[in-house]
């Protein structure tokens, strides 16, 4: 759990001006908060960013009584990487939320030693958990994955004690399937048709001789 100092922000500051401070505007609202503008320091606002995403809960300090928070969306300059707008949604105490978790696939898969793929295919299961046990991400340990077939399902995927998986159960997260390469036949040229060309005299009139040049 990460803690956050903000401060309230008032309509009449615009959003430049509090980035030209150091800082960034951002809002915090949820199911029984009002929607309230706060700035952030830039700095430690994204330091927190790498370190919660957002599936890690932050608790915001300085906006009336401490908040636990999720980073729900930030955005972010397209040439500077600099954060310019943050979103958080206030967590409801003792009450289930609903989100998608990534997963961190761990360990090495035999199958993957032997020359076949390894393929995933989700990587994140949406869940719903009680805020305090809620995951930074879920680990997948692939080192199971010895032939090719092998596969591993969302509902094998260990979960918090308070944790009900939303994506199917039976979804495919990860398997294995055999490498095999593509053999590269070279075409043959194709033939080269010579015309070879033959004099043929020229038809004689009729009625007009044919005289042989004198030597």
Known sequence: MLTLEVKPR???????TIRAQGSVPAVLYGPKEASTAIAIDARTLEHA?????????????????DKDTLIRDVQVHPVTGRLLHADF?????????????????????????????????????????????????????ISRLENVGDHITASQIPLPPSATL????????????????????SAAPPPVEVAVATEQAEPVPE???SEKPTE
């Open 10 to 16: 008032g309509t009449a500051e615009s959003a430049q």
């Open 49 to 65: 960013w790498k370190q919660a995403g957002e599936t890690t809960i932050v608790t915001l300090k300085g906006a009336g009584a």
């Open 89 to 141: 949604y206030v967590l409801e105490k003792g009450k289930k939320i609903e989100i998608a978790v990534p997963l961190a696939f761990t360990g090495e898969a035999p199958a993957e030693k032997q020359g076949h793929i390894i393929s995933k295919a989700l990587h994140e299961i949406e869940i719903e958990v009680v805020p305090a046990e809620l995951p930074h991400n879920l680990p997948v340990d």
């Open 166 to 185: 939303l994506t199917h159960g039976d979804e495919t997260v990860v398997s294995v399937t055999a490498f095999v390469e593509e053999k590269i036949e």
């Open 207 to 209: 009625g007009v001789k």
